[in-house]
Every structure is written in structure tokens, then in C-alpha cells.
């Protein structure tokens, strides 16, 4: 998954940031390295709190939950370069 940041310099120096496809995922650090340390927590633990959430709302859904694994975003880029060339 691939995450936007959007990124501030606070009054008190320090950098806050906000991921974009995430709004609730906030937190801010002394530099750069902190910051996003920090957001990367703040990312997972606003997706657990979606799947908790959505789980919740659906326990009583007579429905069927099923794991989906995507390619990482390293190997959807890869991919293309991967394939050969046909001359005729």
C-alpha cells in the first residue's frame, strides 16, 4: 500500500503530519525520521481500528469473510519490467 503525507512545520519546530487517504492517521516528530516513524504507527493502528470497526458493525451479517492478498507495490512495479520482448 502506498500512503500521501501531508507534512507541516509547527509553531513549536516540530513536524506534523496527516496521511491523506487516512485523515484520522495524525502524528508529528522533532525531523523528518521521527515524523515518519511516528505516522507509520499512526497509519496501522487507524486500519486496525477500521477493521475492528467494520467487524463489529457486520458480526451479526450472515455473510462470509474471505482473506485477499495483493501483490506488494514493489512487485506490481517490477512486474512489467520482468516480461520479455516478442520481435516478430
Known amino acids: 500500500m502506498v500512503f500521501t503525507i ?9 513536524l506534523a503530519g496527516q496521511c491523506e ?6 502524528s508529528q516528530g522533532k525531523d523528518m525520521d521521527d515524523l515518519m516513524r511516528n505516522i507509520y504507527s499512526a497509519i496501522e493502528e487507524a486500519l486496525e481500528m477500521r ?3 467494520f467487524i463489529a458493525s457486520h458480526q451479526n451479517d450472515n ?5 485477499l ?17 516478442v520481435y516478430a
Open 6 to 14: 501531508s507534512i507541516q512545520e509547527s509553531e513549536n519546530g516540530w
Open 21 to 26: 487517504q487516512l485523515p484520522e492517521a495524525i
Open 51 to 53: 477493521q475492528e470497526d
Open 63 to 67: 455473510c462470509i469473510r474471505q482473506t
Open 69 to 85: 492478498y495483493l501483490p506488494s507495490e514493489k512487485k506490481r512495479i517490477a512486474e512489467p519490467l520482468k516480461r520479455k520482448r
